[in-house]
């Protein structure tokens, strides 16, 4: 087996990881979620976001080292377009969620510990306009990953 194949291995389970939950979360959580009264629903989402954040931080560390190894593999000025643009794309998403990390993601965990729904519903609302920019970046990663820049 080929160094490549571990590294493109390593790179799409993140990304399956990282946009599958996010496309969970976003389409079937949230709408599930809208039917429990506040208390309930921003305990539920804190304790989901919990679980999940640190996953997502593994999933960018294994995204970011395989994808720049294979990036590196081939040479960064032989490397197709497609594939910086995917990076640069990836490095957006974690920028992007870094600002979620840093930001509403405290904050609502600092609201549901005060029972403060209002400011956990405007933080959790931030996370979910945030997590959509990254779900739609994630869509297009694929897409350039899947068809290059032919679309």
Request: some cysteine.
């Amino acid at each position: 087996m080929k160094l490549h194949h571990i590294l493109l291995f390593v790179h799409l389970a993140g990304v399956i990881v990282w946009v599958g939950g996010m496309s969970f979360a976003h389409f079937c959580l949230r709408p599930s979620a809208l039917a429990l009264p506040p208390a309930q629903r921003l305990g539920l989402w804190s304790a989901v976001f919990g679980r999940f954040f640190p996953i997502v931080w593994l999933a960018i560390g294994a995204i970011v080292a395989s994808g720049f190894a294979m990036l590196l593999e081939v040479g960064m000025a032989r490397a197709p377009l497609a594939w910086h643009a995917m990076a640069a794309s990836g490095l957006a998403m974690t920028a992007i969620f870094a600002s979620i990390w840093f930001g509403p993601w405290r904050a609502l965990q600092q609201a549901v510990a005060a029972e403060s729904w209002a400011q956990g519903a405007q933080a959790l609302n931030l996370i979910r306009q945030r997590v959509t920019i990254n779900l739609t970046l994630g869509a297009l990663t694929v897409l350039l990953a899947t068809l290059g820049l032919a679309f």
